[in-house]
């Protein structure tokens, strides 16, 4: 093919073949043990410590960091699981520089965290590597729980459920099992198949069941599931988009930055896809960094991203912004999207400058246009196929105490219920207590 | 996981990691957060006399030697036995005992040399239900001044005369906590034999002055002005400790004689190398004043990881690198060895160039791209840039085998033969002609 960063039009193979494999690797590759030796020394074994309450699953940093800073890693791994079943991949995933890291004494005393994901990869990587999972059922219980959503949330709690001896049968809508780790997170941060792998180790506790291409509403109804099972959760995540609302939103090349994402994570080889020269993001989060940055990565020659309001209220993380800069892309604030003009496809995209007043936003008389032969809309997930006669709380599903819904019987937890920052990590930890709620009450029944 | 249970002289705890008689054993509240977090027994710090209790300084008691990063190596304190009368003690040691009756307690004991002392504090105990008691022949600093602690552990014949009266007067094990601060750790473990001692613990603190106070021209911690020498302890005094622990583990009049090891264990692979030498439990304590009593769950994890490993049981660790402690006449002569660079480990800082080019034997060349190799012919197997380097296995140390050539005496390497037949040991034992 013989396409370059210049040819108009979507297209692919704009990069040599080898581009591909570098932008799409490892971003941040595992530590050696020399590197885990260096940064594990690092920590202070603070009391109480800071991170570990900025953890949304309260793994137990400083111990795991000793435990590798003595030459056992694998201990450590066994620490982090404990709390965190996807340690490893919310190892690679988390927005450390929010969460653990950004609390590290040594963060706020010189800038510098200790390296709290990377050491928690080394050691997951590690025991994993070596193919041990240490966790062992209890004895079965005859209970039977549905968990709807294999996504992290679903996959946390039916690991602590299959852990308590319950029998667990997990149903998800999708073709794989994972979630937005399979496909939703940025390819360069779980390489070689990771989610899935860390599926296959996870799921060596025995006792779980994978139904997938079954969608709740669709194949099954909650009805039926609360006949046939002690309990359910639903861990259904977020199913759909905001719409733009610009005119002209419906026209070719114009498409949620979430399909193109998923579908990027499920092509095997990247110099495949499609993608445009001039290629414009809507929104501020973390998807539209991503979608952004990987367009970048795909060769396109131009990337923009567009938000509404002033940069402070991304919701990406500064240091997402700053890895997106350093791809390359640039990030206009403060403008939202007027009308898409193309013939057919988008040619370009109209913008009005905005104005944040006390009684929101509102568009000024300033408009600008950038040339665009794509355009990704990125401007939130919403809620979508969750079963009648659950309560709402604003657009997800209200819940009290540990995950419980307005339905006995019937717990959620992750992007779908209400409360939390849609984040895997806080998925995780809102499965694991769910699944403790409910092992509680089924067993409290018994 | 390994079980980690064990059974020191008849007594029983969950696993072999105890406080050592100090701070984090002084009283109910810390003793009982110690059993929350994990540790297997504890030594209460150390009683005294019943009447008016001991006074402590008001100012600083602590001084202490930093690593890099400011990491705490060594701790030196002038601080006394219990402050806190002996009744409340007593009371407080019954009543954890009762609430943690799997975990180990044992009563640290310091009173005058005189029969009538200890005939009567070990009456006054008798009714804690605790496991047992330790003697404190070690503290080096206050009490040695009035005639206790180290003043009597420097006294074989004392250490054996007090040690008599305990195994009279009371039925309970009783360990006898050696001072350091001796030329030789074996006539006080020996004396502690002889009065029938069922274990003897090791090291208390080092007669130490960390630092001085420029200044005010006076050691640290300093008082108004004035400063006393202190007891050192923490990961510094370590090798001091593992050497006589060791040397009591292999002496023929000692050997067998239970130890508990102390001084210095900060991690599991510490204990782990405590207990090899002979240990047969540890004791802790700068580790859990440095870091709080949770540096015992790494203790735990870790070792028994070891020991999955290793498919061992705790019992087959103990002494189980005793056999291998040996005199230096001893070691084979013929043994040679050559350090090994692993030039993809390797991160150019230099250091074991300037180390054995300045002050060893010229062995390591510098090659153009900062890269560094070692001469056989000139290495002499010291390990200084083993020790020097800052990644760990970048360089390590390769053994010839039998029969290669050592190109730098250009001789082929014999079967063991040690110093007693050297040619060149005047004193060299011949070969039966
Ligand atoms: C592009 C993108 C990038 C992200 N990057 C990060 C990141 O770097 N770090 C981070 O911490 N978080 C990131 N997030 C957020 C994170 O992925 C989510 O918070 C997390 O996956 C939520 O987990 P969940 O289990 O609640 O839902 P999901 O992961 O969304 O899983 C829900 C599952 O339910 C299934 N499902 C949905 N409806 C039905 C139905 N009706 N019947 C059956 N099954 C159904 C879905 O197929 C899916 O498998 C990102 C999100 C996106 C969109
Ligand atoms: C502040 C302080 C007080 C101590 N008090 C006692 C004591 O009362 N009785 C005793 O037997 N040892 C006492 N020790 C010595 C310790 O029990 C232990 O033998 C020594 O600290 C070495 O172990 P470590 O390196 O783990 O600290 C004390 C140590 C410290 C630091
Ligand atoms: S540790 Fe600090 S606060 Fe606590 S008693 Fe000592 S000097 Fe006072």
């Given at each position: ?18 581009a ?37 699953t309260?793994?137990d ?16 791994a ?21 969460l ?32 041990v ?48 780790n ?39 109804s ?10 359910v ?16 939103e419906d026209k ?11 579908e990027?994570?499920?092509?095997a ?22 979608a ?33 800069a ?52 990125a ?22 105490g ?21 984040l ?18 089924l067993?409290?029944?018994? | ?10 007594i029983k705890?969950?696993?072999?990691f ?28 150390t009683l ?6 001991i006074?402590n ?34 009371r ?13 307690l ?27 008691v ?23 014949e ?23 601060n ?7 473990a ?9 274990a ?33 302890c ?11 622990v ?55 994890s ?64 510098m ?23 800052p ?39 011949k070969?039966?002609?």
């Amino acid at each position: 093919m013989t396409n370059s960063q210049l040819t108009p039009g979507v297209v692919p193979g704009r990069l040599p073949a080898t581009a591909y494999r570098e932008h799409f690797a490892d971003k941040d590759p595992v530590f050696d043990r020399h590197e885990a030796q260096v940064a594990a020394d690092r920590c202070y074994f603070c009391h109480d410590a800071p991170c570990m309450t900025a953890c949304p699953t309260s793994i137990d940093i400083p111990l795991f960091i000793r435990q590798i800073s003595t030459g056992t890693p694998e201990a450590a791994a066994v620490t982090i699981w404990s709390q965190n079943i996807l340690g490893g991949m919310c190892a690679r995933v988390c927005p450390t520089e929010q969460l653990c890291e950004e609390v590290c004494v040594r963060e706020v005393a010189e800038g510098k965290p200790v390296e709290i994901g990377r050491l928690q990869r080394y050691a997951t990587d590690t025991l994993m590597a070596k193919g041990v999972h240490p966790f062992a059922r209890a004895a079965r219980t005859g209970k039977t729980v549905a968990v709807v959503g294999a996504g992290p949330a679903g996959l946390a709690a039916s690991h602590r459920l299959a852990m308590h001896g319950h029998d667990v049968t997990i149903y998800d809508a999708r073709q794989k099992a994972g979630g937005l780790n399979e496909y939703g997170i940025a390819a360069y941060k779980a390489p070689d198949d990771f989610a899935q792998a860390e599926i296959d180790w996870l799921m060596k506790i025995g006792g779980i069941t994978v139904k997938t291409g079954k969608s709740l509403g669709r194949d099954i109804s909650l009805d039926d599931l609360r006949k046939a099972h002690d309990a359910v959760f639903l861990g259904i995540g977020l199913a759909g988009v905001n719409a733009l609302r610009a005119e002209g939103e419906d026209k070719a090349m114009v498409r949620d930055a979430v399909d193109f994402i998923a579908e990027l994570r499920q092509a095997a080889d990247k110099s495949t896809l499609p993608i445009g020269r001039d290629v414009v993001v809507i929104g501020g989060g973390m998807t539209a960094v991503d979608a952004a940055v990987q367009s970048k990565l795909l060769g396109a020659e131009n990337v923009t991203i567009v938000y509404r309001r002033t940069q402070d209220k991304m919701s990406a993380s500064t240091y997402e912004q700053e890895h997106a800069a350093s791809k390359g892309v640039r990030i206009i604030t403060g403008a939202a999207p007027l009308r898409v003009h193309g013939d057919g496809a988008v040619r370009e995209i109209e913008f009005a400058y905005t104005i944040e007043g006390q009684d929101g936003l509102a568009l000024s008389a300033e408009t600008f246009v950038l040339r665009a032969d794509q355009v990704f809309k990125a401007i939130g997930q919403t809620l979508e196929g969750q079963p009648d006669g659950l309560k709402l709380e604003g657009r997800k599903i209200a819940v009290t105490g540990a995950g419980r819904t307005s339905l006995p019987g019937v717990w959620a937890g992750g992007d779908c219920a209400a409360g939390g920052n849609d984040l895997t990590v806080t998925a995780v930890a809102e499965g694991r207590d769910a699944a403790e709620d409910i092992h509680a009450s089924l067993m409290a029944g018994a | 996981m390994a079980d980690l249970t064990s059974n020191f002289i008849g007594i029983k705890s969950p696993n072999p990691f105890w406080l050592a008689s100090a701070p984090p054993t002084d009283k109910e509240y810390n003793v009982r957060r110690a059993f929350e977090a994990g540790w297997g027994g504890v030594v209460w710090k150390t009683l005294g006399s019943e009447g008016p209790p001991i006074v402590n300084v008001s100012g600083p008691r602590y001084g202490a030697i930093w690593g890099s990063d400011r990491r705490l190596m060594g701790l030196n304190n002038i601080e006394l036995i219990t402050d806190r009368p002996l009744e409340v003690n007593l009371r407080e040691i019954k009543s954890v005992k009762r609430d943690y009756p799997d975990r180990a307690l044992v009563i640290s004991l310091m009173v005058p040399c005189d029969e009538e002392s200890w005939k009567d504090i070990l009456k006054r105990i008798e009714d804690t239900e605790a496991d047992g008691v330790e003697l404190n022949f070690g503290c080096p600093h206050g009490m040695a001044e009035r005639g206790m602690g180290s003043a009597v552990g420097q006294v074989p014949e004392y250490i054996e005369m007090v040690t008599r009266w305990v195994k009279q007067y009371s039925r309970m094990p009783c360990i006898v906590k050696l001072t350091p601060n001796v030329t030789s750790i074996l006539p006080p473990a020996m004396a502690a034999k002889r009065g029938g001692a069922d274990a003897v613990s090791l090291i208390n603190t080092v007669k130490s002055i960390t630092n001085v106070d420029l200044d005010a021209f006076s050691p640290f911690p300093t008082i108004d002005g004035k400063g006393s020498h202190g007891g050192y302890c923490g990961p510094a005094v370590k090798p001091i400790a593992l050497n006589m622990v060791a040397e009591i583990a292999r002496h023929h009049e000692t050997r067998g004689l239970p130890i508990s090891g102390i001084g210095g264990v900060t991690t599991w692979r510490d204990a782990a190398e405590f207990m090899a030498l002979g240990s047969g439990n540890v004791q802790v304590c700068t580790a859990a004043m440095t870091y709080g009593f949770k540096v015992v769950q790494e203790m735990i994890s870790g070792l028994s990881q070891y020991l999955d490993e290793k498919e061992m049981a705790l019992s087959d660790l103990v002494g189980r690198a005793v056999p291998n402690f040996v005199e230096w006449q001893d070691l084979n002569l013929n043994y040679v060895t050559k350090a090994r660079i692993d030039q993809d480990a390797c991160i150019k800082c230099g250091r074991c160039y300037a180390a054995c080019e300045d002050t060893s034997h010229q062995a390591i060349a510098m090659k153009p791209g900062r890269v560094f190799e070692v001469k056989d012919d000139e290495c002499v197997a010291c390990n200084l840039c083993v020790n020097v380097c800052p990644v760990e296995n970048c360089i390590t140390m390769e053994t010839l085998p039998l029969g290669a050539l050592d190109e730098r005496t250009g001789r082929r390497v014999e079967p063991y033969a040690n110093w007693t037949t050297h040619p060149n040991n005047p004193m060299a034992v011949k070969a039966a002609e």
